[in-house]
């Protein structure tokens, strides 16, 4: 249920570490809850604001996004709550204007040294670009920006001295998807999807640990569409990898493992395959990281088909040649293969960007973004080229 607004959303990620490299100052208030008050402003450039293959839009735009942060951290607890605004225009286009509304809540609690626990609630209000997600192939026959709203509550308790040779986690995740607008076909994509986790992690050396995951997942779809068959399904994940973390210099986890999806009514094909994921950092030096990112999943098609047999790739490259001054590199790989129809999408994706921190509360970054979608169904192939400049600011 991976959902992106814009391309360049990353940039503007409600997340702590989106603050993280400009180490923002923090209001106290009496009581001790720090609080941080920040802005990004975006000025864009998007060749193909439809993601059309014909008749494609452009247009010049500006993002405007404040946000604001509270932190309360105690001796075994902390609190977090965040808000951020995505105002977006294009000059050349009112239709793809949107505003945003992202909100978090989180609370991290030590019970002690063997027991942990996380709890987040995420809402966010996005949108989804003409020409991508459900619209996918349809950027110029609609005359506005998918919105949706979502709702996401993360639960993770943690068992076992972190340094001991085993320990054990248990995460849940609950969600749920309401399309707002275009309602005669975005009705049939609403759904609840929820799922759970157990993991064990078993100490090798100092810096490494063996993990056993077992996930299970069920979606379930709120309106089926007449004559067409129910979409809800089980999912059963088994993983077995492991985790590493050598300071300053590499970082990771990687699993293999096996997924099964079965549709409750056995009107769809099911799927049962391979399964892998990888999340890497490496840094040859304290100012250079290279990090490498993916995995291969079955994911619910918001169009037409069964399932989507996955497969994505992405690395990145950050250096940073002064204190101030960093460069950042990307490429990335999306494959797409529809179960149930004959269609496969192939995206790459290319990103550069170089920024420069003027002040502590004062950065100012270039980007360029390239986009190319292939795809057996030419409606939906396009590319595009997008091009911003970035100021943020804080206390």
Known sequence: MRKIGIILLPTLAIAGQSLAAMQPAKWYSADGVGVVP?????GLYDSNLTNSNKDQISSWGTIVSPAIAAISEQDKSAYYAAYRLVWGEYFDSSEDNFVD??????????????????????????????????????????????????????????YGVKSATAQLEFEANARRLDYQNFRETTQYRDRNLLDGSARFFYRVSSATRLLAELKAAQSDYKTTEANTANRDFNDLLAYAGGDWAVTGKTKGRVKVGWQQRQFKEGEREDFSDLSWSIAADWSPRSYSTFSLEGGRQAKAPEQDGDVIDNTNINLDWEHYWQERLATYFTVAYDNNDYVGITRQDKIYEGRIGVSYQFRRWLEISLWQLWRDKDSTLEAVTYDKQVTSLKLRLSL
Do not use: C, T
């Open 101 to 158: 509304h992202h909100l978090r809540l989180n609370g991290q609690w030590d019970f002690s040294a063997r027991h942990r626990a996380d709890l987040r609630y995420d809402f966010r209000r996005n949108h989804e670009q003409r020409g991508e997600g459900i619209s996918s192939g349809l950027g110029n026959a609609i005359d506005e920006p998918v919105q949706y709203n979502l709702h996401w509550l993360h639960g993770l308790y943690g």
């Open 38 to 42: 920040s802005v990004e402003v975006l």
